[in-house]
């Protein structure tokens, strides 16, 4: 099934132990979009300004991603984000966000964006999210990710977007946010209890991610790297990846073996992710590099009782 994402076409400056840039590719709906296009067709909705050119374009066409609703707004500069990790990769300082192009952002999907059966809002504000969604009634599977700054600001806004979706991607420490709810799998059952989505996934970070439904729980570890260049993008990246490979199983949604699976799938890419800068890894990423990981993953996981006689 086509996959539609509305989010942040960015670039992004950063700061990592390993180095810095100061001008790269990012935002997530590109991360998204790059980790998606590996399991069917994605299309990109957002705004760019005069500032973004034919090489970043190519990027996401050179995965086939359909970028005919990438809104050039004549005049203006493309979103901007600048952050800094600490030196264990664990936190992450915002140092600057110019939202510029997205200030006036007023989200027109083409029919063929509309008629994707799945949609993934990437982290905007909520009311964005919302009139997206309503722009695609038809969509079978919907994701939202957001972020702490709308659940500080825009709680309300939020709450009412989440009831319209079919999966909630956040981290940890947002969900525990957002519900007031100490842990995680508290959290996460609070917000399967809203009526709206009927699977939640945490972000993890370092520690990979987990899968909490009515029937299942499923934490999947990251993918074990010694080093690590840059975080940026991961989660999205994640994120394409889960909702990429939910959307090349139609009919099987829900089904807890199938989401398992793509939570191994997320956590693939997203370990290549990282390894490099921005997307510079991920644009080059092949089929079989992800299904040698995909296999590594299987093999760590496995694990079988051999019942002893227990004491007691
Ligand atoms: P992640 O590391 O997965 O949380 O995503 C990082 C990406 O999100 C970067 O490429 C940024 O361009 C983008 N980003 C950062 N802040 C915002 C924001 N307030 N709204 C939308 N996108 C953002």
């Known amino acids: 099934m086509p996959v539609t994402v509305v989010g942040s076409i960015a670039f992004d400056a950063v700061k990592t132990a390993s180095g810095e840039r100061e001008k790269m590719l990012g935002g997530a709906a590109v991360h998204f979009a790059l980790a998606a296009s590996f399991f069917d067709e994605v299309r990109v909705v957002g705004p760019v300004g005069d500032d973004f050119g034919e090489a970043e374009l190519t990027v996401l066409r050179t995965r086939g991603v359909d970028v005919s609703d990438v809104e050039h707004v004549a005049g203006g500069r493309t979103f901007f984000w600048k952050g800094e990790y600490s030196w264990d990769f664990n936190e992450r300082e915002t140092l600057d966000t110019q ?27 909520p009311d964005l999210q919302r009139q997206v969604r309503q722009q695609c009634p038809d969509a079978r599977f919907v994701a939202l990710d957001s972020m702490n700054l709308w659940i500080d600001i825009a709680r309300d806004s939020l709450v009412e ?123 080059r ?20 009782d051999s019942p002893i006689q227990l004491r007691g």
């Open 99 to 125: 939202l510029n192009v997205f200030e006036h952002f007023d989200p027109k999907l083409s029919d063929a964006s509309r008629s994707s059966e799945v949609l993934f809002l990437a982290n905007i504000v």
């Open 161 to 283: 977007t989440i009831g319209m979706v079919d999966c909630l991607i956040l981290n940890d420490g947002e969900l525990r946010q957002l519900t007031g709810q100490a842990k995680l799998v508290g959290a996460a059952r609070e917000v399967l209890s809203w009526g709206g989505p009927s699977v939640v996934v945490a972000k993890l970070g370092e520690y990979g991610a987990a899968l909490i439904t009515a029937e299942d729980y499923f934490q999947m570890p990251a993918f074990p790297l010694s080093t690590v260049v840059d975080p940026t993008g991961a989660g999205d990246t994640f994120a394409g990846g889960f909702v990429g490979y939910i959307a090349a199983h139609p009919g099987e949604e829900r089904s807890p073996e199938m989401l398992r699976r793509a939570m191994a799938y997320g956590t693939v890419i997203a370990s290549y992710n990282v390894e490099e800068f921005g997307t510079e890894r991920v644009a």
């Open 285 to 304: 990423l092949t089929g079989p590099e992800i299904a040698d990981r995909v296999a590594e993953l299987e093999r760590m996981m496995h694990f079988s």
